[in-house]
């Protein structure tokens, strides 16, 4: 039984500006089931081509001119065909983009100045870790959203990254991850729907629509987590301490023409020395990993 993941992003502007990265796990031949449900679902009318819930909450784009109670009837056709799918597992991993930016920005080179580095490799360790303890064997494809200017920074370190797993979820990752687009992988959309939803329920615990409705997408085991400000504080110092050439590419040109030469390096079959500062600096972030996973799971 083969078993992809697909995860997708929503982002708040108030607050912390929390960004909440969802996911759902589902053996492949019942993903395939869900997206002709899903297809007919969207095909029903009044028919719209694709599901994005920004979109939906602002009634426009596909939802332009549609009424609030047609919206959420919609929205309930839809839930219904992720909820009869039954995903085996659903997660989800928030960040805060405010603290992320305040501490860890400004001593991380442009590009790894966002939280979706931190944010795509918490979800997928997040996955592996929690499969490798429940005994799963089979690995799992990893599929996220497309993120403009974001996907080939995030592409190029990240197997670095996954390396330093321990060995049983480091084998549940399908190397590499890759990225879709939502109008061609519907589970992205399911995953729009569960990331959405799980932020607005976060947000707004007082909207009984939402919250019936975020609870009602998610599968039975739902596994949830938060980088927390400690995590981040010690990425922040990690950075800025050990690699501080990093923090000379901070320019798109200067970021641009290194990540040419890094690209270059990976295909002449360059991997990161080890024994020296490189090494320190992945010991200390996988320690924080360690220490958050821990934590997360008392």
């Known amino acids: ?18 960004l909440v990265f969802a996911g759902l796990v589902n053996a ?24 994005k819930m920004v979109e939906a909450n602002g009634l426009r784009g596909q939802f332009a001119g549609w009424s609030r109670d047609a919206r959420d ?27 992320y930016e305040r501490v860890v920005s400004p001593t991380t080179p442009r590009g790894l100045s966002t939280p979706y580095f931190a944010a795509t490799f918490g979800a997928t360790s997040m996955v592996a870790r929690y499969l490798a303890s429940e005994g799963i064997s089979t690995p799992v494809r990893f599929v996220f959203d497309e993120q403009d200017g974001v996907s080939a920074d995030i592409a ?13 979820s480091r084998a549940l990752i399908k190397m590499p991850i890759r990225y879709g687009n939502d109008m061609r992988d519907l589970a992205l959309q399911a995953a729009d729907m569960l990331a959405w939803h799980i932020r607005r329920q976060s947000e707004s615990n007082d909207d009984t629509a939402i919250t019936r409705r975020s609870e009602y997408i998610r599968s039975d085991t739902h596994i949830e987590a938060r980088v927390p400000s400690y995590m981040l504080d010690r990425w922040g110092a990690v950075f800025a301490e050990a690699l501080p050439i990093l923090q000379t590419l901070k320019t798109k040109g200067e970021w641009q023409r290194f990540r040419s030469i890094a690209a270059q390096a990976k295909l002449d079959g360059f991997k990161p020395p080890h024994g020296d500062e490189t090494e320190d600096v992945l010991a200390k972030i996988r ?3 360690d220490e958050f996973r821990e934590r997360n799971q008392r």
């Open 156 to 168: 190029l370190f990240f197997d670095y990254m996954v390396e330093n797993l321990d060995p049983v």
């Open 287 to 289: 320690a924080a990993w």
């Open 73 to 99: 009837q919609k929205l309930e056709t839809l839930a219904n065909v992720l909820h009869r799918s039954r995903p085996r597992w659903t997660f989800d991993i928030s960040i805060s983009r405010a603290e």
């Open 28 to 51: 492949d031949d019942a993903w395939d089931q869900f997206g002709l449900a899903w297809s007919a679902a969207l095909s029903e009318p009044p028919t719209i081509g694709h599901l």
């Open 1 to 18: 039984m083969d078993f992809s993941a697909y995860f997708d992003d929503s982002g708040s502007d108030s607050g912390g500006r929390d």
